[in-house]
């Protein structure tokens, strides 16, 4: 094994001014994605010939602007996580396309990827199992310096307890371990690891689900305070409507592996326009007893269909109130049906034009007739 290594980088840790608003720059893209699938194969036989596939996603598309959070939830197996680990390129995507900061890093190899590794970070779910016990608290935060042979500027000791002191922890806890430390603390002590070299992009994996109530709270108001210090830009992945509400500036809701709906975040609270997201909402509790009677309870019939067969054209139609023999035919493309507001329903609510309709308006209008040759063609792909 060789013993020599190349000079190490020096890397400023110092903190932004605290209460500075974060810039939203319209139009400024950090992150792009386009038509990205995930087919997991099932192998049978002696062989382990392959004999079908895990759909766990099938053709999503979105972008995150600078300095924005987008908030990405749906039931447990719609492919929430899977799509966060494919924009970490922890998994090799089946087919689309990732694009960060213009640079396509869809197929880029793991040593190209390696210095982009700073930029991009991801906070997991579970903070018991994703902490080394074996290791301090200062060896894990260190950790991304030693990796990416960076230096901090007053050394990486110091920068470690400045970064314990940011999320809210004692800088003298550099020497302890993790099982010395509750739940909350340890959600802390990996989010001080996240940001320990200054990335731009954060995927927040269910930051907070294994997390008590309260101490919930604590966390979603770190992160955002951490968003507005250092400028950050965050992919909440959540299946809380409560906390993607409070912390999220759009929302995208999925189902199946497919995007329905995407919106900004008071308008999709307000006037959602897919089934699928006015089901979730009735189902989100409202402090306020005096309210509770206001809101009728939507209960879905059936079960989550199964990613190893989905339902053909519109995939939520098996569970549906609304579907009818179109839906069964013919996948709704998720498009716009109000500004800045995209669903994918052939028979939307709070509002009177359809995805269908949409389309056919895109096909006469020159201006937007890309976008929807763009739509219709994702959909057809994601049908292959």
């Known amino acids: 094994m060789s013993t020599s290594k190349t000079p190490a980088e020096k890397v400023s840790v110092d903190k932004a001014p605290a209460g500075e608003p974060r810039p939203i720059r319209e139009g400024e893209n950090l992150l792009e994605v386009e038509n990205l699938g995930k087919h997991f194969p099932v192998t049978a036989g002696l062989l382990r010939r392959q004999v079908a596939a895990v759909k766990a996603v099938d053709g999503v598309s979105f972008s995150v602007r600078k300095g924005e959070t987008l908030g990405l939830v749906g039931e447990s197996g719609c492919?929430?996580?899977?799509?966060?680990?494919?924009?970490?390129?922890?998994?090799?995507?089946?087919?689309?396309?990732?694009?960060?900061?213009?640079?396509?890093?869809?197929?880029?190899?793991?040593?190209r990827l390696r210095p982009l590794r700073r930029d991009l970070q991801m906070i997991f779910q579970d903070p018991y199992s994703s902490l080394n016990p074996r290791k301090t608290v200062g060896a894990i935060v260190g950790a991304p310096f030693r990796l990416q042979n960076l230096e901090a500027e007053?050394?990486?000791?110091?920068?470690?307890?400045?970064?314990?002191?940011?999320?809210?922890l004692n800088p003298e806890h550099y020497n302890r371990y993790p099982h010395e430390f509750s739940g909350g603390q340890r959600q802390r002590i990996g989010i001080a690891r996240t940001l320990a070299l200054k990335p731009k992009l954060i995927i927040a994996d269910e930051p907070v689900s294994a997390l008590d109530v309260s101490v919930q709270a604590q966390v979603v108001n770190l992160l955002e305070d951490l968003q507005d210090e250092l400028d950050l830009t965050y992919v909440v992945i959540a299946h809380d409507l409560s906390v993607v509400r409070h912390i999220s500036d759009r929302v995208a809701v999925m189902y199946l592996g497919k995007i329905v709906e995407l919106a900004d975040r008071t308008d999709l609270y307000e006037r959602p326009m897919h089934p699928y997201t006015n089901a979730l909402l009735s189902a989100v509790p409202i402090p306020d007893p005096a309210q509770r009677g206001e809101r009728k309870r939507i209960r879905l019939q059936g079960d989550v269909p199964s990613p190893l067969d989905p339902p053909p054209a519109c995939r939520f139609h098996t569970r549906c109130w609304k579907a009818q023999d179109i839906c069964k035919q013919v996948e709704p493309p998720l498009v716009e049906l109000s500004p800045g507001h995209q669903a994918a329903c052939h028979f939307p609510e709070n509002t009177t034009v359809s995805a269908t309709d949409a389309v056919a308006k895109a096909a006469v209008a020159p201006g937007a007739a890309a976008a929807g040759d763009a739509g219709s063609a994702s959909a057809a792909d994601s049908a292959e």
């Open 154 to 168: 007053q050394g990486v000791k110091k920068a470690v307890q400045e970064i314990l002191e940011l999320v809210g």
């Open 79 to 111: 492919g929430k996580s899977t799509t966060g680990r494919m924009i970490m390129r922890l998994l090799d995507p089946s087919f689309g396309k990732i694009t960060f900061e213009g640079q396509d890093i869809t197929k880029m190899s793991q040593r």
